[in-house]
């Protein structure tokens, strides 16, 4: 139980770390990697289940093999591309020659803007958006959907638009939410990507301002109170959405309404 002096440490916690500010950076980044993951993963494997293709087995296997190369091992040019988005294509040009073709024969000069994501809600989400385990969780629930509904769903006139819409995403309901509580956990706890990808105090998200209050000298002592109540704050969120969604979590992993 917290002892006399919670409130007190709290608000120590604010006036040092803004915490507040801290906390939506958090919610914010974790609901768009959340509504991210969640539609990619649906829309990719709603094209390999649905959609016929010599090569959708081959895409897939792609997919997951990404599995090997987790945030850590990749930040380095995850990094480069977030400082400036555009640099790839700016090297696709200059490795084949095309612009320089261009200005030679055509008189054209290929101006490519630099666009830097870097301490933006965009930089710190985008690069966590896309998720093999979601592709792969909605491969195999999709593929328990029998051939019936979808040959019915033609008959009726459905598109594959609505097919997925109207049909789909209803029947998914269990799915969405387990990935959505699992992602959103994985988002908020994450310390790597954002302490790489910001430097300004306030882009920051609340694991980082956890972390400030470590000591950085050896000669310091650590202020359990302020890390301990800077942590209560931490698990808060998190431990909160775990316990009011935890029915549904326990469906979309034990596939109970499937």
């Not at 608000?11 to 770390?17: L, M, N, P, Y």
């Not at 209803?170 to 994985?186: D, E, H, Q, R, T």
């Amino acid at each position: 139980m917290p002892g006399t002096q919670l409130v007190a440490n709290l608000a120590e916690v604010q006036r040092r770390a803004n915490f507040g500010r801290l906390l939506l950076n958090s919610f914010l980044v974790a609901s768009i990697v959340v509504v991210g993951k969640l539609l990619l993963s649906a829309l990719t494997a709603y094209a390999v289940v649905f959609f016929r293709s010599r090569i959708k087995h081959v895409i897939f296997a792609a997919v997951l093999i990404t599995l090997l190369l987790p945030l850590e091992v990749r930040v380095i040019p995850t990094y480069a591309v977030a400082a400036d988005l555009l640099e790839p294509v700016r090297a696709v040009l200059f490795a084949t020659g095309l612009d320089h073709a261009l200005q030679t024969i055509a008189s054209i000069r290929i101006s490519i803007p630099t666009i830097n994501l870097l301490n933006s809600y965009t930089g710190l989400s985008l690069p966590l958006v896309a998720s093999a385990t979601g592709t792969y969780l909605f491969r195999q629930f999709y593929r328990t959907i029998p051939a019936e509904l979808l040959e019915a769903a033609k008959m009726d006139g459905a598109g594959p638009i609505r097919f997925f819409v109207d049909m789909l995403l209803p029947l998914s309901k269990a799915n969405f939410s387990a990935l959505g509580i699992i992602v959103f956990v994985s988002t908020w706890k994450d310390y790597m990507w954002p302490l790489v990808a910001t430097n300004q105090q306030d882009m920051r998200t609340v694991v980082l301002g956890v972390v400030k209050f470590l000591p950085t000298d050896a000669s310091q002592l650590p202020e359990w109170n302020l890390m301990m109540a800077a942590t209560v704050i931490a698990l808060a969120p998190p431990v909160l959405v775990v316990a009011l969604m935890q029915k549904w979590l326990v469906k979309g992993i034990i596939g109970a309404e499937k």
